[in-house]
């Protein structure tokens, strides 16, 4: 296992001024609750509004099981590796993606594609894990997940009440994830099944609004008393929750697909993932800071073609339209947007016409804050079965998307007093795909 | 089983000859008069054998790979249908085979395709969920027929040439009436479907379609028992349909084989053929009109994937994985 | 001193050790330790305490930390009534007693060593089970610490205790990290690839030497008790280890921090195992390094592991550790009160790792029974700081000289004392040499003897044929006399001479042989005693070095301490000095007052000042509930303890073997209440419970448990007028005054004020035909008040 810490650079001797500094100052607070953080966000208005200013947002779609990169992303017409599908030129003159993809070829000015990634890991859970934490699991070493680093370094200070962590799940959802490891359950996402809104944040039949404001104002009297014997940081967080609590409540509806508008429904589509793109397009523009819409499957070992044409077909339409809303409602410059999976699959093709793990050779594709437009970046041989230019791995690309939102993926958090980088010490960021 | 004609007996079923290519196979049907075989492959072509000389001519024309053939009643003419959304005209017994007529028919894949008994029409189907029918003579639209949801993977025209049959992803089977484009009835196989929860996906589907002699009985073949879709897992299945009531006679399986039957045919003799391909390998798979079970299966050499029945009702061609085209006969090995 | 001087200096460590124990055990009996304590907290405080806690809070505060939740209302009347002016210890005592402080030491131990974990190997309740159980029986926490870290699991009995190596499936990296974390307050993890970045205490050795004590340790799966997980053990497996940094690279065998490093038995190959590794089989070595480690810490003389749970008992009542966060001692991070730590962690060990009587003396002191209340004004603290600031700047720089003196003395000595084991190790080795040589000589004499025998033998025989022959001669030489012809006489003579010829031939080389052997045995015996006088002259030689060797190594050991404790003072005087210095700051911070814009920077730094004067314990910390405690509290104002109190009771009075032992009925109707209740804390546990493997006592608010307190359903239940709940008790009251000391005796464990009374009153007269709504908002709107959320 690697450690922890940055190990062999100067970040040792930066991290280190921080921490003795801070174990001077508000290390002691910090040591107190870890809620300096909570405390002064809302204590400085004025750094509150600044922040809001640059707000950033990330969506991550996770294509489960493992989707095909020349499927989708890095096709090889005409190879005996390549397929039935042809490739088709996209917005981007000489770029071609897959046929399946014809609706995304028209918006490929938008995105990226990293098709240099060699992420050594054939195993889905462990190929999910270093996918979604840019580094390899280790035992001894719990790590956050990508959503709730982001939640954490983006958090909007503004406290509009509503998590920054979220998962749109099938099914099932309100409940809170174990995916923030160090970060603490505050950043831990939050699932909705199917724009459910999250648990408890309806008030019960039997408690009437007005009865509601009347025990809230006791509850603000009693903690006035009691706050003028003993205000810490611990209080301002607690009591603060309670407020959020009222706010998320107010802004239920932001969890509510049926809020929008009829046509843009049929534009998304009727089935799961076409809703869950258009409630992500809705959390987003409401300021949530992190959004996760998965789909599934494409674990496809046997009859991978029919499979690719059902499932890229349902994913192309959302997807593209997704993202063109994202641009034409001004949010794009300032939404990284990344489709990933556990790995790619085999170039190979089995007696199943199935394909299976591959990650020797695959792709993601990005697009949105940070990173350039309509960018190719690597390059994998005739066959696809290895990267012969610009090969990338998960770190590379932790790294990126952190740098892609503006924050210094070389920094490190503050655990109570001890710094712990944001990413792999030992990785970087992909510069080539940075805007 | 019990036949007029002691020399043809499934269970003496064998492989006699195969004849390799360079790449895998996708599908293979005998033509008409029963002097080729042809078999679409990986490699967009489509390989034609001469049965008496096995001579291998290839067949190019297709920008993917091509899905099935079909022929006139003569066998002149044959039309391929291929993943590239086209269908191309062919001279059968060319020897320098070229494209005659090439018709974009249908958005991205074409799985199916069917000419008409009085040789006049060809029908085409695929993913676009479409099916159309063409005037043969001059490859012009005649009609479209519209009501399926999902994936269209199997056409048969009814020997009277007044229906249509077109099954899909879903197990819908639909029947138009060709002169009118509306549709009569719809069979309802949708015992050959299955959606995976877990998985989020449909699986199944009619694979196939095959007439008994008479045309009173309609066999779909497909796949049941999916419990792993994308690994795999499910049980060949031929469901038996009466062409009168359209009700299901019979539900036809096999013990302790795993996969999907990709053809299935009525042999001149009543009894049903199939081959079955994917995670059990390849089998030839036979049953008699009034039992569930199949009274023989036979292994072959690797997953088939594609199936026909040679007009002497004794050859069997298979398509397979390995590159070859495989000749089972139903007859007594020579000694 | 990181010497590695083996078998040798263990002994005798172990006797200096024995002294500096009755040494401690001496002079200091006398005083209970919260008189102690106190007078080392007032020593080190600056500016004076800040008032002592009002009887309610004092009753709520030791509720909460000894039995984990807030007191019934029954109990608060009751104590506040009580006049005996000795009531706080009576009633600490009362507490201690009561079957809810085991429940709460179990649960707190549980959290504290599993960090809840998921289930994976051995189900919580067994091991819930056997914390309770060991607990109850106020068992030492040394032995506790010495099973649990010790067990394999195969043992029924004892295999509870094996969850915390077997739930983290035994993985070396993990259990060294949990290990140093829990039972030493060292989080060595990042010293694994090199020496810690950032502490310079934490060094690549030590993390290499807790991991030598796991890393021998596999999981086992069993395949004939479907899978059933236990610890296997190797006999091999050393660690070795390389800096990234550096490159320079080590070896340590098992070292606990701060400990020397153990010379494990050498074994000879075929014996290192009780069973030999194979597929399907669980290894397990003859000497088992996890078993070391429990006896190394049972011991009670390892200095990180009995300050790390003096520390950790310390933060379970006091709200948080000296040391804090528990697991980041080293230099940096200094001990609120280092010369406080070290007293807790020697009367810890000294009183054999009686968790019960330790608590009851850290609840005693005036330290724990502080105010909760910051100063109105600073003015009068910051004053008499600041007013200090230059005569403890002075006794700063004194401590510092004095640090640095018994520094240099600790490096003279141990200087010395490698000096003398260095030739103490040469000796070793010379005596070994001497003792290897002499069983080679021993070996070659006894050859020697034994090669002699056979030839002897043989020539012994030859000898008697010669006899035989002489005799035939003369009986020949007779017979001639008798013969008649010259020829036959020469014929006999010579076939005689023929047959001595031959013997006389036989029986030279013989000789010769048996000579040359007979020497070669004298020469190896010569030998053989020359060697034994060169074996004993070494053992002497070594025997006149151990002496002085040991002399130094306890000097030492004395020289070490000496610079401790200097250490300690120094960081006390260095923390007096820096309070006092931000004292100073806040004079003229207080003048110029929180202007309008300053606020929020004004709150802040105000915030750290009662920090700091709180980390002084001159100010009672605030303790966020942990779920647990806040669960409980809730269920006790919903009246269902109660409830299933008197049900237990009432179920007992029909029982014939219901136990006659009022402990024993006690411990029996917790358990039954418990047994009832349990399943509603979870929901308490998943929104107020940090996440599975992390740190448990970091404080965290999140708005889903905003969102509970305000539409959880349960809530709503638990604080309906129903099932004698605190608003079904307030419902019942008349008189307006009465419901306002019904509602904040129960919920906040005080009366109300003036103020809060007259509320309390406009509220219900408000809606006088509402009463039962409006008891609700107002019992709703403290439980989910500030003042509940954390302990006072």
């Known amino acids: 296992m690697r450690c922890a810490y940055a190990c062999g650079s100067n970040d040792h001797r930066l991290a280190r001024r921080d921490f003795l500094g801070g174990l001077g100052g508000l290390g002691t607070l910090a040591g107190l609750g870890l809620v300096t953080g909570d405390l002064f966000a809302f204590l400085r208005p004025a750094a509150a509004k600044q922040m809001a200013a640059e707000q950033k947002r990330v969506l991550v779609i996770n294509m489960h099981g493992g989707l095909s990169q020349l499927e989708s992303w890095d096709p090889k017409p005409g190879t005996p590796t390549g397929g039935p599908f042809r490739s088709i030129p996209t917005s981007v003159p000489g770029t071609h993606i897959s046929e399946l993809l014809p609706k995304t070829a028209g918006v490929m000015h938008h995105l990226s594609l990293i098709r240099g990634l060699n992420t050594s890991e054939d195993d889905h859970g462990k190929g999910a894990y270093l996918m979604l934490h840019g580094r390899r699991q280790s035992p001894a070493n719990d790590i956050p997940e990508i959503g709730a680093v982001m939640a954490r370094t983006l958090e909007s200070s503004d406290g509009n009440g509503l998590p920054g962590h979220i998962k749109i799940t099938a099914g099932g959802g309100g409940g809170r994830g174990n995916d923030a490891a160090y ?32 025990r809230q104002n006791l509850r603000r009297l009693a903690n006035e008393r009691f706050l003028s014997r003993r205000r810490t940081a611990m209080t301002d967080a607690y009591t603060y929750t309670f407020e959020q609590a009222l706010r998320l409540m107010e802004q239920r509806s932001v969890f509510d697909l049926s809020k929008e508008p009829e046509q843009d429904h049929a534009r998304y589509g009727a089935h799961d993932f076409g809703r869950h793109c258009l409630l992500a397009r809705r959390l987003l523009e409401n300021g949530i800071t992190f959004v996760q819409v998965s789909h599934s499957n494409y674990d496809t070992h046997n009859e991978n073609f029919q499979f690719h044409l059902e499932q890229m077909g349902e994913f192309d339409g959302p997807f593209a339209t997704l993202i063109q809303d994202l641009v034409d409602r001004g949010l794009f410059d300032s939404t990284l947007v990344i489709v990933l999976s556990e790995f790619g699959r085999t170039p190979g093709i089995n007696q199943l016409y199935g394909r299976d793990h591959w990650s020797k050779a695959w792709s993601v594709c990005v697009g949105g804050a940070g990173v350039q437009r309509g960018a190719v970046l690597g390059k994998t041989n005739e066959h696809g079965t290895e990267v012969i230019e610009g090969q990338v791995d998960h770190g590379n690309l932790f790294h990126t998307y952190l740098s892609a939102v503006g924050l210094d993926s070389t920094e490190s958090f503050d655990i109570g007093g001890r710094p712990v980088p944001l990413a792999d010490p030992a990785s970087k960021p992909i510069r080539e795909i940075l805007a | 089983m019990q036949t007029e004609n002691p020399a043809i007996d499934a269970k003496l079923v064998h492989v006699a000859e195969q004849w390799p290519h360079d790449h895998p196979l996708i599908s293979c049907r005998f033509d008409p008069t029963g002097r080729f075989l042809f078999a679409c492959s990986e490699d967009s072509t489509i390989q034609r054998w001469e049965l008496a000389g096995k001579t291998r001519t290839p067949f190019a024309g297709h920008a993917s790979w091509p899905r099935d053939v079909a022929f006139t009643p003569s066998g002149e003419t044959m039309i391929s249908c291929g993943y590239d959304d086209s269908l191309i005209w062919w001279e059968t017994a060319s020897p320098e085979p070229k494209p005659v007529r090439v018709v ?21 189907a695929g993913s676009d969920r479409a099916v159309r029918l063409w005037n043969i003579a ?16 199997s056409l048969l025209f009814h020997p009277s040439g007044e229906f249509l049959l077109s099954g899909d992803l879903g197990g819908q089977v639909h029947q138009w009436e060709i002169a009118t484009g509306k549709c009569a009835r719809t069979i309802d196989a949708t015992g050959l479907w299955s959606y995976n929860g877990g998985q989020a996906v449909d699986y199944g589907g009619v694979r196939s379609m095959a007439w008994n002699a008479d045309a009173t009985q309609l066999v ?33 399986v096999v013990a302790d084989v795993k996969g999907v039957a990709w053809n299935a045919a009525f042999h ?18 036979f049953w008699n009109a009034d039992d569930d079970q199949a009274f023989h299966k036979f292994q072959l050499p690797n997953t088939a994937r594609g199936m026909s029945l040679h007009p002497d009702g004794i050859q069997v061609a298979t398509a397979h994985h390995d590159r070859h085209a495989r000749i089972s006969r139903l007859v007594a090995k020579p000694a | 001193m990181d010497g590695r001087y083996g078998r040798w200096t263990v002994a005798i460590r172990a006797a200096v050790l024995g002294v500096m124990g009755l040494g401690l055990g001496a002079g200091r009996a006398e005083e209970p330790l919260h008189i102690r304590i106190d007078r080392i907290m007032d020593a080190a405080m600056v500016g004076g305490p800040m008032g002592q806690a009002s009887d309610s809070e004092f009753l709520r505060r030791v509720c909460l930390d000894l039995t984990g939740r807030i007191p019934p209302v029954g109990d608060v009347r009751a104590f506040l009534a009580d006049p005996d002016p000795e009531k706080r210890v009576k009633w600490i005592d009362r507490l201690l007693d009561a079957p809810e402080f085991v429940r709460h030491m179990a649960t707190s131990f549980d959290v504290m060593w599993m960090e809840r974990r998921v289930d994976k190997h051995v189900p919580g309740a067994e091991w819930r089970q056997y914390l309770h159980a060991s607990f109850a029986a106020d068992k030492p926490l040394s032995e506790l610490a010495r099973e649990i870290l010790s067990a394999d699991g195969a043992d029924p009995a004892r295999r509870p205790a094996a969850k915390f190596f077997l739930d983290r499936d035994a993985d070396p990296d993990l259990l060294t990290r949990d290990v140093g974390r829990l039972f030493f307050g060292v989080d060595l993890q990042c010293a694994q690839c090199h020496d810690h970045p950032l502490i310079d205490d ?20 069993d395949p004939k008790d479907n899978n059933k997980a236990l610890l296997g053990e190797k006999a091999e497996g050393e660690t070795a280890f390389t800096s990234v940094f550096t490159k320079e690279s080590g070896s340590t065998g098992p070292r606990l921090p701060t400990a020397e490093e153990v010379e494990d038995p050498v074994l000879a190959a075929e014996d290192a195992y009780l069973v030999k590794p194979g597929k399907d089989v669980r290894p397990v070595a003859r000497y088992s390094r996890r078993a070391r480690l429990g006896e190394e810490i049972a011991r009670g003389d390892n200095r990180a592991f009995n300050a790390n749970l003096a520390n950790r008992l310390w933060a379970l009542v006091m709200g948080r550790g000296l040391v804090d966060p528990p697991d980041l001692t080293h230099l940096e991070n200094p001990p609120a009160n280092a010369i406080l730590l070290d007293e807790l962690a020697r009367d810890l060990a000294s009183r054999g790792f009686r968790s019960r009587a330790f608590l009851r003396e850290l609840v005693l002191t005036r330290a724990y029974q502080r105010s909760l209340s910051a100063p109105t004004d600073w003015r009068p603290v910051v004053d008499t700081a600041s007013a200090a600031l230059i005569e403890l700047e002075a006794a700063y720089q004194a401590s510092d000289g004095e640090r640095h003196a018994a520094r240099a003395a600790l490096d003279k000595e141990s200087a010395r004392r490698a000096e003398r084991e260095a030739s103490v190790a040469t000796l070793r080795m010379a005596v070994r040499r001497c003792e290897s040589a002499r069983a080679e000589a021993d070996r070659a004499s006894r050859d020697a003897a034994a090669a002699v025998a056979p030839v002897a033998a043989e020539l012994a025989n030859r000898r008697a044929d010669m006899e035989a022959v002489a005799s035939a001669a003369d009986a020949t030489a007779k017979a001639i006399t008798a013969l008649q012809t010259e020829t036959e006489l020469a014929d006999a003579a010579s076939r005689i001479q023929a047959v001595r010829d031959k013997l006389t031939a036989a029986m030279g080389p013989l000789e010769a042989r048996v000579a040359g052997l007979t020497a070669t045995r004298e020469s190896a015996a010569a030998s053989l005693a020359a060697f034994d006088r060169a074996l004993d002259a070494a053992r002497q030689a070594l025997a006149a070095a151990v002496a002085p060797f040991a002399a130094a190594d306890s000097a030492c050991t004395g020289a070490e301490a000496r610079f401790r404790d200097a250490e300690r003072r120094w960081m006390v005087a260095r923390r007096k000095r820096d309070d006092a210095k931000l004292a100073a700051e806040w004079k003229t911070i207080l003048d110029q007052g929180p202007g309008g814009a300053e606020k929020p920077l004004f709150d802040e730094r105000l915030a750290r000042l009662e920090e700091r004067w709180t980390r002084q314990s001159a100010l009672a910390p605030l303790k966020p509930l942990t779920p647990e405690q806040l669960g409980w509290s809730i269920l006790t104002l919903s009246g269902a303890v109660d409830r299933h109190r008197r049900e237990a009771e009432r179920e007992r009075k029909q029982r014939t073997d219901a136990p006659s032992d009022p402990a024993e009925l006690a411990r029996e109707i917790e358990k039954s209440i418990f047994a009832k209740l349990e399943g509603d804390l979870a929901e308490f546990v998943r929104l107020f419970g940090a996440g599975p493997g992390q740190p448990q006592q970091t404080f965290f608010a999140t708005v889903d448990q905003a969102l509970f307190l305000d539409n959880g359903g349960a809530i709503r239940a638990w604080l309906a007028p129903a099932d004698g709940s605190v608003t079904a008790r307030m419902l019942a009251i008349e008189d307006p005054s009465g419901v306002a000391d019904e509602l904040y005796l129960s919920v906040l464990s005080r009366a109300p004020s003036d103020a809060e009374s007259a509320a309390v009153r406009e509220a219900l007269a408000a809606a006088p035909d509402q009463k039962a709504v409006i008891v609700q908002e107002l019992a709703w709107a403290l439980v989910a008040s500030t003042e509940f959320r954390f302990a006072p």
Do not use: M
């Open chain 1, 183 to 214: 970060l603490g359950p505050r950043y831990a996402s939050i699932s909705l099944g199917n724009g459910n809104p999250p648990q408890y944040a309806t008030r019960p039949d039997d408690l009437s609004a007005e009865q509601d404001a009347r």
């Open chain 2, 138 to 153: 001059d490859g012009s639209p005649i009609r479209e027929f519209t009501g399926h949801a999902k994936h269209v993977y």
């Open chain 2, 268 to 285: 001149p003799l009543g009894f049903l053929v199939a081959c079955s391909g994917g995670s059990g390998g390849g089998w030839l798979l």
């Open chain 2, 220 to 252: 779909c073949s497909g796949l049941r028992e999916a419990s792993n879709p994308l690994g795999a897992v499910n049980d060949p299945f031929i469901l038996r349909f009466s062409w009168d009531k359209g009700e299901k006679l019979r539900g036809h």
């Open chain 2, 104 to 124: 974009k028919a249908h958005e991205r894949w074409i799985d199916g395709v069917a000419v008409s008994p009085d040789g006049r029409f060809v029908a085409s």
């Open chain 3, 202 to 221: 934490y060094h690549q050795r030590d993390y290499h030497g807790l991991l030598a004590y796991v890393n021998r340790s596999v999981l086992f799966l």
